[in-house]
Each structure stands twice: as C-alpha cells, then as structure tokens.
C-alpha cells in the first residue's frame, strides 16, 4: 500500500469519527476548492506582471517591511 492510500485511508476512518457538523463543512470547503482549475491570466495581467518582476530586478520595488510601516502610519492618522 503506498502513501496516498495510507492517508486517504487514515482520513476516511477519521472523519467517519468526526460529529461536529461545523468542521466537516470546513472539510468539505477545503475539499471542494481544491478542485478548482488553476486561475488563468489575460494577456493584461502578464504584461503587468512582466513589468513588476523587471521592475523588482532592477531594484525599484518597495521593502515589504517599508510597505507595511507606511500602511500602520497611515491607518493611525485615521
């Protein structure tokens, strides 16, 4: 028996164990959008990703630490 039989079997007797009606709907949401087709982008949407990624490579992009002490600055003057 392989590995993904072993878990898929292991989940199985586990859930079958499982009464709270709350976290098997969780399940099923995790489940159900793990069947979703990869999101597909338009040709817009890759231009602008190429332009960021040079932009990053040629070091114009903003420190993620920079970014968010500017948001938390920003959101106190509110």
């Keep these: 028996m392989n ?3 072993k878990l898929q079997n292991d989940l199985i007797h586990r859930i079958g164990q499982i009464d709270d009606v709350n976290f098997l709907k969780a399940i099923q949401t995790i489940l159900d959008n793990s069947d979703k087709t990869v999101f597909e982008l338009n040709k817009q949407q890759q ?6 990624r040079e932009e ?4 114009e992009g903003i420190d ?3 970014v968010i002490e500017d ?3 920003w959101l106190q003057k509110k």
Aim: no cysteine; glycine share 6%; net charge positive.
């Design 3 to 5: 590995l993904a039989h």
């Design 47 to 52: 231009a602008s990703i190429s332009v960021s």
């Design 56 to 59: 990053l490579k040629n070091g």
């Design 64 to 66: 993620h630490d920079a």
């Design 71 to 73: 948001m938390r600055t």
